[in-house]
Nanobody
Framework: QVQLVESGGGLVQAGGSLRLSCAAS????????MGWYRQAPGKQRELVAN????????NYADSVKGRFTISRDNAKNMVYLQMNSLKPEDTAVYYC???????????WGQGTQVTVSS
């Protein structure tokens, strides 16, 4: 099992920045990919960014490219999402995600609210 705990959400004005953190624990040795998803009210959950743990290859949604950066610290079992130039449309609950390809299992954190005011 893998446990994920997010932190760092909050209220920020448009143009501001926030950094989300995700602490992973449990069977982290087998995690192949970690990422951030978000879900706005009335919308489906969508991928924001992910990172392959073995290569650090990253992938971003078009809507956040150039503004958001995903990174990881293996020593601390942490994944981060640096969000710059925030827009009101970035308002959502942000979820940390971990994927164990060997078992084809997916894990989610409890979510952290990000609200961007105009």
């Amino acid at each position: 099992q893998v446990q994920l705990v997010e932190s760092g959400g909050g209220l920020v004005q448009a143009g501001g920045s926030l950094r989300l953190s995700c602490a992973a624990s449990g069977s982290i040795f087998s995690i192949s990919r970690m990422g951030w998803y978000r879900q706005a009210p009335g919308k489906q959950r969508e991928l924001v960014a992910n990172i392959i743990t073995s290569s650090s290859i990253t992938n971003y949604a078009d809507s956040v490219k150039g503004r958001f950066t995903i990174s990881r610290d293996n020593a601390k079992n942490m994944v981060y999402l640096q969000m710059n130039s925030l827009k009101p449309e970035d308002t959502a609950v942000y979820y940390c995600n971990a994927f164990r390809s060997i078992f084809h299992q997916e894990y989610w954190g409890q979510g952290t609210q990000v609200t961007v005011s105009s």
